[in-house]
């Protein structure tokens, strides 16, 4: 599977976004998906991720109840949602995928990415 990571701009502290995470070359629904970030001297980091019935969501503790994770298998599309935006979260945020996994925060388990996308939070 191919992705496509966009929706990423600049943005004013409190202010969101919503990145997107096209999918191609095979049914999106088989996977499950994630989003990690990178900031700049950093490793990058788990965000957020569903697995791939979405009966499931996974959050790190940074972006637990301001972020939601979500996928739209009709549009073979996958979305964060990031709202209460805060500098910390400037970073190039990137959507990941597995075929199958049971560590979904390990960026070590998947398969696929996309090629980022640079999220700035600055007033």
């Given at each position: ?12 502290p409190g202010g969101s976004l919503r ?103 600055s007033s």
């Amino acid at each position: 599977v191919q992705l496509q990571a966009s929706g990423g701009g600049l943005v004013q502290p409190g202010g969101s976004l919503r990145l997107s995470c096209a999918a191609s070359g095979s049914p999106f629904v088989y996977y499950s998906i994630a989003w990690f970030r990178q900031a700049p001297g950093k490793e990058r980091e788990f965000v957020a991720a569903t697995t791939w019935g979405g009966g499931m969501t996974y959050y790190a503790d940074s972006v637990q109840g301001r972020f939601t994770i979500s996928r739209d298998v009709t549009k073979n599309t996958g979305y964060l949602q990031m709202n209460s935006l805060k500098p910390e979260d400037t970073a190039v945020y990137y959507c990941a995928a597995v075929e199958v996994t049971t560590s979904f925060t390990n960026k070590d388990e998947y398969d696929f990415w996309g090629q980022g996308t640079q999220v700035t939070v600055s007033s």
